[in-house]
Structures are given as structure tokens and as C-alpha cells.
């Protein structure tokens, strides 16, 4: 066995799952290393759920073969029963036992273990997710967060040799979020387990996954880096989906160069698209800013506040918008009709055929 072979821990060959004649997730293939965290991340309905619940085995699949540490748990004739995948699963309500104490509660679903083992591993858990002194509660008693918390300790304490999130987080407010998603991260890395989870929330994902899969109608998209999903979209939905962007009409001028409502922009072209092509440009909200000199300029059609700054959308003279985002703090507020100078400077260069 080679050594990308034996650091594979979950792999999807071809996946498919349908409900009746109806099919959810299409196709999809993708290999999840030891150790790493994957996020699978869409808008509702993209499948991404159902894609969880087959890697759990609560869903059959209808074409492919899903394997976990080499070993076959689904293929279209058969599908190893959940309980037997060691696989442990976190869900958007963490359905904690109300009648037993937080230790009781992470001691569950290895109550047949040896009493010595048992509290050796709780008391090791406790620890890890910092409700050492909360043991003898109850669920009530805490949290919602740390509820979560001690939902990923349950799920943790057989050491499954793979979890699953099905949106863990979605149920809290953002600034419990922000503070909870990089300390689940850290409970996952020092446990060196891997994990999915689905969400559809960028900045979530980002914030926790190695790699993620971004899915649209049941297909996965791209399943690379968040840093690469961002920078170098590998299709014009992931460009859209991932950050705050618009798309630039644009005639292809040589190998070189790209005309646009915003200027020329000088850069190496990609080798597919010939001189005359007419192009999408991606522009990011970050590529675009206030130029008092600038020669080009964009109509305020859009305006928001987000406290620290202010979004704008304007409008070119082509009818194509962008984004501009400038800081709140002392600066001048554009109001909806003005003209904004701008100028656009874009560093990876990212076209679409129009």
C-alpha cells in the first residue's frame, strides 16, 4: 500500500443517493485524510445533509462505494448497519439525556466498558473540553454551547475513528459561534480524529475544515483548500457562493489582457480563452476601492451597514456591479444615486465564459 493510500482514512468513489426516483447527491468523489476536518458547505437543499447521512449509513447508496479506513460500508448491494461503522455523530440539537449528569452523559455509549476505563475516559474528556467542574451537573444547567461541547465529548468517547457534524452550531448566536467553532477545531485535532461536517456558513467552514467541499444540487463543485475555493474557484457557482463578489462583463484583448467597464486589466489570461472571447470577470469586494482620480466610476444602487464598515452596490456603465466595502470610522457615507470613483485591482485573475 502506498503512503497516500494508507493516510486515507474516509473515501467516495462515485457516490450517488436518490430517494425514489429522485436523486439528491450525484456522483460525488472525494478521500478525507487521517486527522483532517471536512466541511461539506451549500446552500439549503444542495444535498449535503443527505450526503452525511449516507457516510453515517442512515441512507443507502445508489451507485458508488464509501469506505472508511479501507474497509467497504456502502455499495449498491450493501450497507453496513450505523452501529457497526465506527463513526460518531454530533447533530444541530445535541439531544443530551436530560435525567443523567454531564458525566453520566459522555459515559453513554461506553457504559459497557470496565468502571475504571469508563471514568478514566470521561475525566480525560471532561478536561478536554474544559467542564471538568461541571460533571455532576445536568444539561439544563449549562450552556448551549457547552451542551455542544459535551455532545462532540459523547460522540468522542468510543473513539470512532470518524465524526460527523450536521450543522453543530447552527443553533447558537454568532458570538458564541465565533468563540465555540475554533475550540471544537482544537477538541477534534488533540483527539487526531477526523471529522465532517455540513454547514452553510463560509466563515464557519473556513474556520474549521482542512478541506472543503463546496455543493450545489447534489454535486460537489470542489473539494480543495478553503484558501484555493476562495482564490481559484473552480467553477463560477463556488466564485459566487464563497465570499462577497460580483462578475465583470469583459472582451478577451489578447493573452495578456482583458477590457472591462472598471479598465484593462494586464495579466496572463488563461490559455482557453482566444482574443475577441467575452468573458466573465470575478471581482472580489476586497479588489475594489475608492480612487479619487480614477477615470472609471460606479452608481450607489445598494447600501448597507455592518457596523464597522459599509457595503455598497454599484452599478457601471456597462449595467454590471460590483462591491465596495469602506470603513465606517470617519469616512465620508455615499448615499444611494452618488457617483464613486473607483479602481479595481485584482491580484488571481479568474474568468468564466460569459
Known sequence: MNTVESNTLLSLSDV????????????????????????LLGPSGCGKSTLLRAIAG?????????????????????????????IGMVFQDVSLFPHLSIEKNIAFGIKSQP???????????????????????????????????????????????????????????????????????????????????????????????????????GNIHQWDTAFNSY??????????????????????????????????????????????SEVELLVRIEDVTYSADSDYSGKVIKQDFHGSYYKYELQLNDGSTVYLSTNAKGLQQYQIGDQVPLTCDIENVVIFTR
Do not use: N, W
Open 16 to 39: 450517488s443517493v436518490a430517494y425514489g426516483s429522485k436523486t439528491i447527491v450525484r456522483h460525488v468523489s472525494l478521500d478525507l485524510k487521517k486527522g483532517d476536518i471536512g466541511c
Open 58 to 86: 442512515f441512507e443507502p447508496v445508489s451507485t458508488g462505494t464509501l469506505t472508511l479506513a479501507g474497509k467497504v460500508l456502502s455499495d449498491k448491494h450493501s450497507t453496513v448497519t450505523p452501529d457497526q461503522r465506527k
Open 115 to 217: 468502571k475504571k476505563v469508563i471514568q478514566e475516559r470521561v475525566t480525560q474528556l471532561l478536561a478536554l473540553i474544559d467542564l471538568s467542574d461541571y460533571a455532576k451537573l445536568y444539561p439544563h444547567q449549562i450552556s448551549g454551547g457547552q451542551q455542544q461541547r459535551v455532545a462532540l465529548a459523547r460522540a468522542l468517547a468510543p473513539k470512532p475513528e470518524l465524526i460527523l457534524l450536521d450543522e453543530p452550531f447552527s443553533g447558537l448566536d454568532a458570538k458564541l459561534r465565533d468563540s465555540l467553532v475554533p475550540h471544537v477545531k482544537s477538541i477534534l485535532k488533540k483527539e487526531k480524529v477526523s471529522a465532517i461536517m455540513v454547514s452553510h456558513d463560509q466563515a464557519e467552514a473556513f474556520a474549521i475544515a482542512d478541506k472543503v467541499a463546496v455543493m450545489s444540487e
Open 231 to 276: 482564490h481559484f474557484p473552480a467553477s463560477k457557482f463556488v466564485a459566487s457562493f464563497v465570499g462577497e463578489s460580483k462578475f465583470l462583463l469583459g472582451k478577451i484583448c489578447c493573452e495578456y489582457s482583458v477590457e472591462t467597464a472598471l479598465g484593462r486589466f494586464v495579466k496572463k489570461m488563461p490559455h482557453h480563452f482566444k482574443a475577441g
